[in-house]
């Protein structure tokens, strides 16, 4: 587990190239995958809550829908990266993308909440490999462009948050399942590129033989441990402040502007363009500058700030500067922390601890989302995002207070 382990990473020659892949750069590759993936999911997430309102669903029932996919990435995001540390990264992925279109394709195709739920969780449950694509990137990059590594693959969600609501708000005038048919479509179609493309990151030699993945109890223990606690609470705080407001906000957006699904899906894709900009062109920058904990403190402070003032934006303009400090803090944390996790870790056990990471994570998109609705529908519309900026400031003091890493 000592640093140092990381210093040798398995280098792109290692890789296990199949004819028409020589030549391509891993990081790339995995950058169009992730982008790709996040495209589809761009498309549903913010036309989401308002197809499930025509099913009859409430704010706690839409939320239960987030977090039902959450709560499954919680469950299994471990045993995903323990079996990609065990039989390899690319088999792990291309499971989970052409478990994913089946997901959405299922999302399309129903007809109640109730089905909705149950491919939602199927696609919780496929999606639970974030952390193996972090894997993959800690596979490929050394030590010191692990941020910036883990900053492109930020990139690429923050463009699927720009290309894929923007997409779904373009098919949302043919109908209210066409975004989730058209998920599906892509998604298979980035499935069978993957297939053909994505080399495998991690050498035979350097897999492990661990047989059990971390159970509950190990991954509650983790946020007590000395080594990884704060960025592993820092992660759990930030995602649940995050996870309830972005649950909320289409309702909110709606019953606070007035602002229709097409709008709506363009104001996602804003919040995508913002954290593009900071994940792939600001992290690497500050990182080399101020470190992984700095960046990290940098970033929670700038999102609680917009949630704060998100809440209480009396303008359209208003609106639009509180939104980009809030995805500006989110994009600029998140990749730092993963980094710190990640170079804290050892060679042979980068899937297990970060998908560890993805792991509690993912609680607080179980626990955020339904928090939100619970504080959307009982406390008033702004509630979920006083309540977030609180929590960001918990999780900025945990950082703050952290010892002996930059």
């Known amino acids: 587990m000592n640093r140092s382990v990381l210093s040798a990473p398995a280098p792109p020659a290692r890789l296990d190239a199949a004819p028409g892949r020589v030549g391509r750069s891993p990081l790339a590759i995995v950058f169009v995958t992730v982008l790709l993936d996040l495209v589809g999911f761009g498309i549903v997430i913010p036309l989401l809550p308002l197809y499930a309102q025509g099913f009859g669903a409430g704010p706690v029932a839409v939320a239960s829908l987030l977090a039902v996919y959450s709560a499954m990435q919680f469950l299994f995001a471990p045993s995903w990266g323990r079996l990609s540390d065990r039989f390899g990264r690319r088999p792990v992925l291309l499971v989970g993308l052409f478990g994913s279109a089946l997901s959405y394709l299922l999302c399309g195709l129903a007809g109640s909440v109730a089905t909705l739920l149950a ?3 199927l696609g919780g449950f496929m999606g639970a490999n974030v952390g193996v694509a972090q894997a993959y990137v800690a596979d490929v990059s050394p030590p010191e462009e692990r941020a910036r590594a883990m900053g492109m693959i930020g990139a690429a969600f923050g463009l699927g948050f720009i290309l894929g609501p923007a997409l779904g708000g373009a098919l949302a005038g043919f109908g209210t399942a066409v975004p989730f048919l058209a998920a599906a479509g892509l998604t298979l179609a980035n499935a069978l590129l993957a297939l053909w493309w994505l080399p495998e990151s991690l050498p035979a030699e350097a897999r492990g033989t661990t047989a059990r993945s971390p159970g509950l109890a190990t991954r509650l223990r983790a946020l007590r441990g000395t080594r990884l606690r704060a960025p592993y609470a820092a992660a759990f705080l930030l995602t649940l402040a995050f996870a309830a407001a972005e649950a909320t906000l289409s309702l909110w957006a709606d019953r606070r502007w007035g602002m229709g699904p097409r709008t709506v899906a363009f104001l996602f894709a ?117 309540a977030g900026a609180a929590l960001v400031f918990a999780a900025l003091a945990v950082v703050a207070l952290a010892g002996g890493v930059s």
């Open 119 to 121: 491919a939602r969780a």
């Open 270 to 386: 804003y919040l995508g363009l913002v954290s593009v900009l900071a994940q792939g062109w600001g992290v690497g920058r500050l990182t080399r500058r101020l470190g992984e904990r700095r960046t990290a403190i940098v970033g929670l402070a700038a999102l609680a700030v917009g949630m704060a003032a998100l809440a209480a934006a009396p303008t359209l303009a208003m609106l639009g500067l509180a939104l980009a400090a809030l995805a500006f803090g989110q994009g600029t944390a998140s990749p730092s922390l993963s980094s710190w996790v990640s170079r804290a870790a050892g060679a042979a056990e980068q899937g297990q601890v970060l998908g560890v990471y993805q792991s509690l994570s993912a609680l607080g998109r179980v626990v955020g989302p339904m928090g939100g609705g619970l504080a959307f529908a009982h406390l008033g519309i702004s509630a979920p995002y006083l």
